[in-house]
């Protein structure tokens, strides 16, 4: 009995302890997708009344009126373009030399005195010192992303900009690519084809990525997540 009770409290020992490596393997390979809940949000459509004899309703559009997107829950297009590239290097190089020396040839007649068979009165001190030190560093880094995508406007801030946000889910062979996007931008940059560029797009925050077994093959294992993030040297 007490061998089974003893081997009972062994494996719930190493239950206890794997539980917190589970759990950090499970946070480890969370994705969170950027969704705000006014994107969800259904925009009914305006109610039409004609009781005031008039044709023109808040659900008519104006005859001089673009395509361009300018409400909530309009659509707009976004070409995704970028390009970033940067890169710097560096080189020092230092060197120094110096070299001291002193003699006295002629000392009151003490270089024809039994002195001389010890001590070298022309060269009593010499010294030279050199340092050198080289060092040379680069880094480079280039992203492309080139994509089309359509966003919603999903808020227009009092000064007129608009807050828009777009999600794409593309499956192929069970692997899912996600592309989020979200920002703020100007009425004035959206042209008459009511696409904007991802260039005019301030506060732009582009997420691609992907979901599915080549995309978990990219990654290291559970238990050596956890190892990076436990081990202390």
């Given amino acids: 009995m007490d061998r089974k009770k003893s081997n009972s409290l062994t494996i719930l020992k190493a239950a206890a302890l794997c539980l917190p490596l589970f759990w950090l393997s499970a946070c480890a390979h ?3 997708e950027v969704a705000t809940p006014a994107f969800d949000e259904q925009i009914p459509a305006p109610q039409v009344n004609y009781s005031n004899g008039s044709l023109w309703q808040a659900s008519s559009t104006g005859l001089a009126e673009d395509m361009k997107a300018r ?7 976004v070409v995704i373009s970028e390009n970033a590239s940067a890169s710097k290097k560096a080189a020092t190089g230092t060197s120094r030399n110096s070299s001291i020396s002193a003699g006295i040839p002629n000392l009151l007649g003490l270089e024809k005195t039994p002195i001389k068979t ?3 009165l022309a060269s009593l001190l010499s010294a030279s010192y050199g340092s050198k030190f080289d060092g040379a560093g680069s880094t480079s880094r280039q992203e492309t992303l080139q994509a089309t995508i359509s966003a919603k406007v999903v808020d227009v801030i009092p000064n007129g ?4 946000e777009g999600r794409r889910n593309v499956r192929v062979n069970n692997e899912d690519q996600i592309i989020v996007l979200t920002g703020t931008v100007r009425g004035r940059d959206v042209s008459t084809d009511n696409t904007i560029n991802s260039a005019l797009i301030a506060d732009a925050r582009i997420s691609y990525s992907g979901k599915g077994i080549i995309s978990d093959r990219q990654k290291p294992g559970w238990l050596m997540n956890v190892l990076d993030k436990v081990w202390p040297f």
């Fill in 30 to 32: 969370q994705t969170a």
């Fill in 118 to 120: 010890w001590a070298d």
């Fill in 71 to 77: 409400r909530r829950g309009d659509i707009i297009t």
């Fill in 161 to 164: 900009n608009m807050l828009i």
